[in-house]
T-cell receptor, first 114, second 115 residues
Framework: QKEVEQNSGPLSVPEGAIASLNCTYS??????FFWYRQYSGKSPELIMS????GDKEDGRFTAQLNKASQYVSLLIRDSQPSDSATYLC??????????????FGKGTKLTVNP | SAVISQKPSRDICQRGTSLTIQCQVD?????MFWYRQQPGQSLTLIAT?????????ESGFVIDKFPISRPNLTFSTLTVSNMSPEDSSIYLC????????????FGEGSWLTVV
């Protein structure tokens, strides 16, 4: 099983709708989870971090974490065409040597149609 | 968040040559990392750049191919050696720069094409 898996998409939603992006991870001891947005031709930009079970809201974005299910999601409310980008889920993984590294999923490409 | 500057931002390189990418941060940071993003793929960690000592490489990456320097807490370089077309990629410098020590921020990336 891959360390971090995302629904590959592409995901297409109409403007104003809710976009739901999902991510599962394999390492049960992971404690830190992140969502990055990457516009075409640009580097990833951090949009949300979450460390505790439950929901975390920031403007139109809500991150949801369920450690028991090893599942993290990102909801984008009132989606705008400017939200069209690839969304990368990243999880802090503890290696066998005890160090930590950030592992990324393959990303979900979101298109918001006007 | 830290401001991370990378040079060059873009380059076209000849097969067999080497290129050094520079990463400058506007504040001292504990952890610096180098990632690679191949076309259409996600990010893969190459190595952790350790200040004053040898970098820690991930499986599949070796020092001879990707030598890294980190002389101080604000600067690092990554060299891509003996390049082949398979090295065409975005190379991203990143830093861990928040109080919790977990959040990673990225530079603008260096887009390399090997011909």
């Amino acid at each position: 099983q891959k360390e971090v898996e995302q629904n590959s998409g592409p995901l297409s939603v109409p403007e104003g709708a809710i976009a739901s992006l999902n991510c599962t991870y394999s390492d049960r001891v992971s404690q830190s989870f992140f969502w990055y947005r990457q516009y075409s031709g640009k580097s990833p930009e951090l949009i949300m971090s979450i460390y505790s079970n439950g929901d975390k809201e920031d403007g139109r974005f809500t991150a949801q974490l369920n450690k028991a299910s090893q599942y993290v999601s990102l909801l984008i409310r009132d989606s705008q065409p400017s939200d069209s980008a690839t969304y990368l889920c990243a999880v802090n993984i503890v290696t066998q040597g005890g160090s930590e590294k950030l592992v990324f999923g393959k990303g979900t490409k979101l298109t918001v149609n006007p | 968040s830290a401001v991370i500057s990378q040079k060059p931002s873009r380059d076209i390189c000849q097969r067999g040559t080497s290129l050094t990418i520079q990463c400058q941060v506007d504040s001292q940071v504990t952890m610096m990392f180098w990632y690679r993003q191949q076309p259409g793929q996600s990010l893969t960690l190459i190595a952790t750049a350790n200040q004053g000592s040898e970098a820690t490489y991930e499986s599949g990456f070796v020092i001879d191919k990707f030598p890294i320097s980190r002389p101080n807490l604000t600067f690092s370089t990554l060299t891509v050696s003996n390049m082949s077309p398979e090295d065409s990629s975005i190379y991203l410098c990143s830093v861990q720069a928040d109080l919790s020590g977990n959040t990673i921020y990225f530079g603008e990336g260096s887009w390399l094409t090997v011909v």
